[in-house]
């Protein structure tokens, strides 16, 4: 059984620019959540997905958007990146909303 | 508001003590609680899950759950200096199903 894998590792993007990080869940597990962490931060919470539903969403606005599709792969698109985006981005995929999530490596994001 | 608290540390604890990490949260209807690990530079990995009332032990760690005082723990026995990482309490509240986080502890294993 795979983990949960996370593309690209690192990213460097000029602020106004657009970005799609991707996610892929592990086999089986019908919910992925994503998370952007800030330095010293917890994470925070963005969205879930279920079954390709949006499940619920966090104080985040709508130039934050994602998709899941059929084959447990997911992303992340953010529009008009701000410099206060620079931050990990995580995503935890769980076999339920209600389950342990497990989180993969994330994606360094640098907005400049 | 919804809140997950912890002292964000350090803490320091020699080789071979017990350290001891604690998190309160503010809502009497959660459901489900989780502690994970984070070495730095890298993302959260899961240790425990707790969701009733009592203690779960899980080799050399031990997750405490109190509902009545709002309040979970994580014991680590025989601390060894690979347990040095940033410790994340995370709380799934009823009827909302992400994780809400606490800003984490930094733990630190003195050789």
């Known amino acids: 059984e795979t983990g949960v894998t996370q593309s690209p590792t690192h990213l460097i993007k000029t602020r106004g620019q657009q970005v799609t990080l991707r996610c892929s869940s592990q086999?089986?597990?019908?919910?992925v959540s994503w998370y952007q962490q800030a330095l010293g931060q917890g994470p925070q919470f963005i969205f879930q997905?279920?079954?390709?539903?949006?499940?619920g969403r966090g104080n985040f606005p709508p130039r934050f958007s994602g998709l899941q599709f059929p084959n447990y792969s997911s992303e992340l698109n953010v529009n008009a990146l701000e410099l206060d985006d620079s931050a990990l981005y995580l995503c935890?995929?769980?076999?339920?909303?209600?389950?342990?999530?497990?989180f993969g490596p994330g994606t360094r994001l640098t907005v400049t | 508001q919804k809140e997950v608290e912890q002292n964000s540390g350090p803490l320091s604890v020699p080789e071979g003590a017990i350290a001891s990490l604690n998190c309160t949260y503010s809502?009497?209807?959660?459901?489900?609680f989780f502690w994970y690990r984070q070495y730095s530079g890298k993302s959260p990995e899961l240790i425990m899950s707790?969701?009733?009332?009592g203690d779960k032990e899980d080799g050399r760690f031990t997750a405490q759950l109190n509902k009545a005082s709002q309040y979970v723990s994580l014991l680590i026995r025989d601390s060894q200096p690979s347990d040095s990482a940033t410790y994340l309490c995370?709380?799934?509240?009823?009827?909302?199903?992400?994780?809400?986080f606490g800003t984490g502890t930094r733990l630190t294993i003195i050789p």
């Open positions: 809502d009497r209807g959660s459901q489900s």
């Open positions: 997905y279920y079954r390709e539903e949006e499940n």
């Open positions: 086999s089986g597990h019908n919910t």
């Open positions: 995370a709380v799934n509240f009823f009827g909302n199903e992400k994780l809400t």
């Open positions: 707790i969701y009733s009332n």
């Open positions: 935890a995929s769980s076999v339920t909303i209600v389950d342990e999530q497990y």
